[in-house]
């Protein structure tokens, strides 16, 4: 799916200017890292990009999908294309990692025999199959966010967005988290990762799009 923001400006009630006329283009099968300060709109941008948020003015497309005329059922339908992953994970406590992933495919009506396959199929393609059946308390901070990750790509999105998804996780482990993310970028799913975190970037030699308090100030890098 391509992803395109057309002069969009975001602006949070009368005058926190979260996004400032951005133009950008995100192709399919492309990794890109957006960065920024805290508070630059990275958060705002993906937003945007799941339609959590719209734009004040300007215009979001996601695929066939329009910021200007989507509603009400398009907005799931769009979700089911786009995987999201959080820093705080966002995993059902009292529910296993097998159970966090089920439930996503459940949501979007698949049938239980089907359910369990996928499941366990995605669980071991982030290397959780031996863990699946352990309430997240009991996982480590990368096998959460793996078991995030296991759950957003369920639904084989062609988009998956990463909002500073190794803020939580030590140097290491935020490693192991960024080689699976271009993984999952190689088997042909389009990666969008808001990080402040530049190390990385620069080690995998992807597009870097910086932003500076709601301003696009460079895009570099990439193919
Ligand atoms: P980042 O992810 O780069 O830290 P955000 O997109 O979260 O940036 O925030 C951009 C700006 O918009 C900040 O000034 C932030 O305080 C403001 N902001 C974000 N969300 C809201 C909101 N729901 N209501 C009001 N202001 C917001």
Known sequence: MLVEFADVSKVYGREIVALDCINLVIEKGEFIFITGPSGAGKTTLLKLIYMDEFPSKGEVRVGDYSSSTIHGKDIAMLRRKVGVVFQDFRLIPDLSAFENVAI??????KKAADI????????????????????????????????AIARAIALRPSLLLADEPTG???????????????????????????????????????????????RLVSDEGGK
């Open 168 to 214: 939580n996780l030590d140097p290491d482990t935020a490693l192991g988290i960024f080689d699976l993310l271009v993984d999952i970028n190689r088997a042909g799913t389009t990666v969008v990762v808001a990080t402040h975190d530049l190390r990385h970037a620069e080690r995998l030699g992807k597009r870097v799009v910086r932003l500076d308090a709601g």
């Open 104 to 109: 996503a495919l459940r949501a979007a009506g």
């Open 116 to 147: 369990r396959k996928r499941a366990n199929i995605v669980l071991h393609s982030v290397g959780l199959s031996a863990k699946r059946h352990q309430l997240p308390p009991k996982l480590s901070g990368g096998e959460q966010q793996r078991t």
